[in-house]
Every structure is written in structure tokens, then in C-alpha cells.
DNA sequence: ACAATGTATGCATGTTTCCGAATATAGAAT
DNA sequence: ATTCTATATTCGGAAACATGCATACATTGT
């Protein structure tokens, strides 16, 4: 039995919270799933930066994409976590004008978002996939791991 | 008014949370303060070492120190954070034994711990100060920061 | 083959971590 | 007062790690 270390456990999960890009990306999908493109169009940076942010909340098993199409789409994984974080941001925030500190996002779909979904969602009709609707995609595997 | 980004902020009091000895250091402080021998004693890690681990924790203020003579106490600055923290705790166990991954801490007075405090309650009478227990300490100064 | 979308790799730069040594600070002894 | 001891903090540096970018690679669909 190998000694697992909780606090060891707890400190790794919290590095890859402490990141204000990925805490954005967080937040960002409580609302809802979002493709890769989507993230990148609101965070404005570059789309392997928002990649390498995602990797990192993937491998702590704090997001998980779906694939569909060439379009992944991430979403939270564990709401509890989601939760929880939100109940952070109220301390971190400790009186402030926390709606000023964390001002909400643009909600639904960006023009300058190039994927589909977002596209039609722009033109006012509602969504409808050209490849028709698959059931579930394959879940995006993480990086191999130690 | 310079542009506050709330997730700065909570990005950065989770950075110093995200480290397994402060988070050791956070948990023991939870039930009572203890001086920085104590710590170092329970830790088993050089003084200062410990040392340095609170001043990053004293830095978020999520410490304080009270200084009597020679020996300065730490206590948690906001229980808030430490029940959220102890929250996160679960959160982190997720399913597994949290007993096991997190062992309670050997309660009370250590021989190892030279404070004055300790050696009194270790050997069998309860705590009297030798100098008399002044009403408060003077707090510990923080370092200058930008 | 080609274009579109995401992911991984390599690298320069900066930050964290940890250690040992030096420094401060408070009290006691001479 | 001066020195001595005990406690705690800070400094300087080496190794490990994180960050952000540019580029290369992989996958899917046309």
C-alpha cells in the first residue's frame, strides 16, 4: 500500500486552481459546455494557450471534453468542485464589490466564435448539426501520466 | 482606480494554499495556536523552513503571529478559509478513507517541543507561565511588500 | 490532398522550493 | 552595559517547476 499523502493530493489539486486563466475557464463552463474555440474567443489568447490551460485542469480531472466532430467541447466535471470554488471566490473577495471583481461574461453565443453552434446560435436560429447529432462523442484521453 | 482582477486575487490565495506543508501547517493551527518550535517539532522540518512556509501564509493573511518573549504564537486569521479549506479537504479524499489520507495530528504538548508551554503541560501539571501571562502580545510585523 | 480544429513539444524566462548561513530579537547571566 | 543563549526571521543560491509562446504534430471532415 503506497503511503498516498492527502495534503500532497489536496496542494496538486489547488495549483491547478491557482491560475487566473484557468479560474476563468472554470467559471466560464459552470454556465455551460464550451468548445475550445468558444474559450479562446472569450479569453482572447491564443488557442494552444487556452489548450495548455485545459490540459491542465484535464489531468486533475477538473474538466473533460467531448469530441465531436472536429469541435471538443469541455465541461466541468465534478460540480461539487465547481461549488466550492464559487464559495472561494467570496472569501478571496472578503467584502469587496464582488460583482465588480468578477464581472460576468458575454452569455451565449460570440460572433467572433468560429464553431458552428455558435455560428447559428449568431444568426438566430437555433442549433442544428450538418452531420447530425451524434449520441455522445469519445471522451478527449489525457495525457499519459506517471 | 486601478482595474482589481478578482481572479488575480483568488489565484493567488490559492497559490499559497497549494503547498502540502502549508496546508499541514493551516490544519494543525485550526484547533489551537502553536508556536513556530511546536511546528517545527510536528513537522519535523528545519525552523526555518517553517519559518518561511507561515511568512507566505502570513503574506495572504491567512496567519498571525502573537509574540510572547522569546516565542511567537500562530493562529488562523479567517476560520472561514479554514472550513472552506476543510471542505476542499473532502472534495480532494473524493471517496477514499480521508481518515487514513489525512491522520489526525498528536494532540497536546510534545516532548520535542522545547516551548515552555509544552514542556509544562508534558510533564503532568497544567500550563503557568513563568513570566507571567502578559495580556497580549505585540503582532508580528509583516514583511514589506510592494 | 487540403483545410479546420485541437493537442503536444521545445525553449526562454521567470518563480517556487528548499537549504545553509547570516541576522534580528528577547531575556538571562555575568 | 556586555555578553550569552534561545527563538525566530531573513538572505543568497542551486535545483526544480511553472508560464507563455512559436512551432510541429494529430485528428476529423471535405
Not at 468558444?38 to 487556452?50: D, I, S
Request: net charge neutral; proline share 7%; with cysteine.
Amino acid at each position: 500500500m503506497t503511503t498516498v499523502d492527502g495534503y500532497e493530493l489536496q496542494a496538486r489539486l489547488l495549483r491547478a486552481l491557482s491560475h487566473p486563466v484557468r479560474l476563468r475557464i472554470l467559471n466560464l463552463l459552470v454556465k455551460r459546455e464550451a468548445c475550445v474555440c468558444h474559450l479562446t474567443a472569450v479569453l482572447r489568447r491564443p488557442q494552444p494557450y487556452v489548450s495548455q490551460q485545459l490540459a491542465v485542469l484535464r489531468d486533475e480531472h477538473l474538466v473533460a471534453g467531448r469530441r465531436e466532430g472536429t469541435i471538443v467541447y469541455y465541461r466541468i466535471s465534478d460540480h461539487h468542485v465547481a461549488a466550492w470554488l464559487s464559495h472561494g471566490r467570496q472569501l478571496a473577495a472578503d467584502g469587496e464589490d464582488s460583482s465588480a471583481m468578477f464581472p460576468p461574461v458575454p452569455e451565449g453565443a460570440l460572433p467572433d466564435c468560429p464553431c458552428p453552434a455558435c455560428q447559428a446560435e449568431h444568426s438566430g436560429g437555433h442549433h442544428q448539426s450538418q452531420s447530425g447529432d451524434a449520441a455522445a462523442g469519445q471522451p478527449v484521453r489525457a495525457r499519459d501520466q506517471s
